[in-house]
């Protein structure tokens, strides 16, 4: 059962991971601290011993909450699904549901860890166009399965998990110089989400600890 405590949330304002994690928190009107953990500063405050008692894979996020910590966006998310009100996240429909789950794993399992800060470090000199290979590749698959599932968002007329998952990967392909407008379906789709309140207030620009020259 949920208790009263708020949850905490270690994440990076840049993490695509984190960001999944803070839109479905404000979607689902949930009130949460939020502890900075700076990728990059000092060669990363994740690989510090502290933090990695707190998450042994030394990522981020990591979320405090009802008395245990969670690692892992989805699982984060599917945790807070589950045990709060609010808008479902997942849909009624089990056709939906399943449509959802394909395309989280297609941006959370295909697409991201290969452009993910340590991996492209690993990479070095040709990490941007490491990153942008293989993002183009990811969203050349994902348009094809969006355009069979999207309505007004990435499955039907609800927002689900997998619009969480497609609006941080589509800011990170913007990074990486991924031309977005060869994919009208995501193109189309991302545009919408950044309209709603949820995605505007968790966006990067904005968070505690977003550099001043990134903020919007």
Not at 17 to 27: H, K, N, Q
Not at 127 to 149: C, D, M
Not at 166 to 180: C, G, H, M, S, T
Request: proline share 6%; glycine share 6%.
């Amino acid at each position: 059962m949920a208790n009263t405590a708020k949850p905490v949330l270690h994440g990076y304002f840049r993490s695509s991971c984190s960001w999944r994690v803070r839109i479905a928190f404000a979607l689902k009107g949930i009130d949460y601290d939020q502890v900075n953990v700076n990728l990059v500063k000092d060669g990363g405050q994740q690989v510090t011993d502290q933090y990695k008692r707190l998450n042994p894979m030394q990522q981020v996020p990591a979320v405090t909450i009802d008395d245990m910590t969670l690692s892992q966006s989805l699982a984060i998310i599917q945790y807070v699904e589950e045990t709060r009100p609010g808008p479902r996240l997942l849909p009624s429909d089990a056709k939906q549901r399943a449509q959802v789950r394909m395309i989280c794993d297609i941006i959370a399992s295909g697409i991201q860890p290969l452009q993910n800060l340590y991996v492209i470090k690993k990479i070095g000199a040709e990490k941007e166009s490491w990153a942008n290979h293989f993002i183009q590749r990811g969203f050349e698959a994902l348009e094809p399965v969006l355009k069979q599932t999207a309505g007004v968002y990435c499955v039907g007329e609800e927002i689900s998990m997998a619009d969480i998952c497609l609006v941080p990967q589509v800011y990170n392909a913007e990074r990486f110089k991924v031309d977005i407008g060869q994919f009208p379906t995501i193109k189309r789709l991302n545009q919408t989400l950044l309209n709603i309140e949820a995605f505007k207030v968790s966006h990067p620009s904005c968070q505690p600890d977003t550099p001043a020259a990134v903020q919007a």
